[in-house]
């Protein structure tokens, strides 16, 4: 079974700091890989996708993927309360199909 | 763009009722999906389609569970008949590419 795993937390962190949010996952034929963030009560929405191996910055976010190790991290710089909420891994395996992590819930602590 | 559309927001219905959600996709994506969130399982894929045509149905739990999507703009998710296990968001999604954008969601609650 493809799976994509992710500490539920929550993950805690002080206003300002870097918020570090990892996902791994088991199908090495996986090839696209997504963070998506879901406030409380609404829908996922994505922040990036990430297709290399290496990092991808787009303004406070970076995402860096290892597919030799099967893992995925997004990290948020500059951590803001606006921040806090469930950010989900999705891998994408076959066709257009993504396979979606648990969730990890960040809260961002003035 | 609006987005994706769904309809209702909010549905809540007795045991054995059947239930019809709606979904209108992004203009021009040729990808489809329904998902379903609860707390425990978390996001599950039910069914996704492509060009209007289904393409893999084996997250959808049981026979009560069915789907359409007529044309590139409409699709339905029915439950018939609904039981109380069934309660859970459910969201349709849509992509052109592999990026998939969610619609707002709908609430059932199966009392």
């Known amino acids: 079974q493809k799976e994509v795993e992710q500490n539920s937390g929550p993950l805690s962190v002080p206003e300002g700091a870097i918020a570090s949010l990892n996902c791994t996952y088991s199908d090495r034929g996986s090839q696209s890989f997504f963070w998506y963030r879901q406030y409380s009560g609404k829908s996922p929405e994505l922040i990036m996708f990430?297709?290399?191996?290496g990092d991808k910055e787009d303004g406070r976010f970076t995402a860096q993927l290892n597919k030799a190790s099967q893992y995925v991290s997004l990290l948020i710089r500059d951590s803001q309360p606006s921040d806090s909420a469930t950010y989900l891994c999705a891998v994408n395996n076959a066709g257009n199909m993504l396979t979606f992590g648990g969730g990890t819930r960040l809260m961002v602590k003035p | 763009d609006a987005g994706v559309i769904q309809s209702p927001r909010h549905e809540v219905t007795e045991m054995g009722q059947e239930v019809t959600l709606r979904c209108k996709p992004i203009?021009?994506?040729?990808?489809l999906f329904w998902y379903r969130q609860t707390m425990m399982r978390g996001l599950e894929l039910l069914i996704y389609f492509n060009n209007n045509v289904p393409i893999d149905d084996s997250g959808m739990p049981e026979d009560r569970f069915s789907a359409k999507m007529p044309n590139a703009s409409f699709s339905t998710l029915k439950i018939q008949p609904s039981e109380p296990r069934d309660s859970a968001v459910y969201f349709c999604?849509?992509?052109?590419?592999?990026?998939?954008?969610f619609g707002q969601g709908t609430r059932l609650t199966v009392v």
């Open positions: 203009s021009g994506h040729d990808y």
């Open positions: 999604a849509s992509s052109y590419r592999l990026e998939a954008f």
């Open positions: 990430i297709y290399s191996n």
